[in-house]
């Protein structure tokens, strides 16, 4: 089983979005038995937060793969299915950072507004810290609410012929080509102005 370090070499640093994919993973391994090398677990993840890259590494569910699933909610709620028993759960992150001083609030302003001072960065770093520390030790009730069951199995990932773009000649998955005036167009060429 991956340890968190392995995420943290893969995502380029440790941080608290990571750290929730992380456990989140590890929920769901638990209930699966273990990771996919295959395409039989499937994620479906609704943010595109840090979280997804510990989802990959510890599931083995990737985009190539067609086992990651991306739906832009912009929510920390991740579904994992089982194929081909259907067997799925929901895992939504509830947790609540702790509260922060009105000085914690001023310096991730400061942060924010692109203040990189040796202070500013000492303190940030501090703090994700301290957030990655809470996250990894909460127990699962404080942390996620899981639903199992009521998902449906998404289909399969299907492989489509390439047809080539008549304005830019690049090739494109045949049903994400645009058709105008005739000219079969990739999306960004068919979304040009004429």
Known sequence: MKKYSDIVDFHGHSCPGLALGYRVSLRAIKEF???????ELVAIV????????????????????????FKDYGKQVYTFIKRPSGKSMRISVHWQRPAESETDRLMWTRFSNGDRSRKVLDFVHDAKAAKVRQILDAGEAELMKVLKGGQDLPREARIYPSVRCSECSEKVMEPRARVRNGKILCIPCFEREE
Do not use: H, P, W, Y
């Open 33 to 39: 038995g273990g990771r996919s090398e295959g395409e």
């Open 46 to 69: 609704e943010n595109n937060s840090c979280a997804v890259d510990a989802v990959q590494v510890m599931t083995g569910c990737t985009f190539g793969k067609g086992n990651l699933i």
